[in-house]
């Protein structure tokens, strides 16, 4: 069974630092795109980066220059560096990975199971 696990949420001041990491675990094949997501309260699930397996990055604007996904394909886990934070990146932050299950013909999106980032004013 596939499972990402991930690390590094909890409470920071506004202005601070957070590194959140996934990791895959399980009879894995091959990964493709990595990315993290966010849901805040009430509103609904968004991106916040994203990383192709040729390493190109896309970024939702608001993060833009403050945060940077990095990914290590020899150990197969994507890292989100989190500078600079306001109380606007409040949420819970989730792990998507494109992955193809061992013995699997297609990719699935698997998700992590979310660490939550408060930060406060």
């Known amino acids: 069974q596939v499972q990402l696990v991930e690390s590094g949420g909890g409470l920071v001041q506004s202005g601070g630092s957070l590194r959140l990491s996934c990791v895959p675990s399980?009879?894995?094949?091959?990964?493709?795109?990595m990315g993290w997501y966010r849901q805040a309260p009430g509103k609904e699930r968004e991106l916040v980066a994203t990383?192709?397996?040729?390493?190109?990055?896309n970024y939702a604007d608001s993060v833009k220059g403050r945060f940077t996904i990095s990914r290590d394909n020899a150990k197969n886990t994507v890292d989100l560096q989190m500078n600079s934070l306001k109380p606007e990146d409040t949420a819970i932050y989730y792990c998507?990975?494109?992955?193809?299950?061992?013995?699997?013909?297609?990719?699935?999106?698997?998700w992590g199971q979310g660490t939550q980032v408060t930060v406060s004013s």
């Open positions: 399980g009879r894995i094949d091959s990964f493709n795109a």
């Open positions: 998507n990975v494109a992955i193809r299950p061992l013995g699997w013909g297609r990719r699935y999106d698997y």
């Open positions: 990383i192709t397996s040729g390493g190109s990055t």
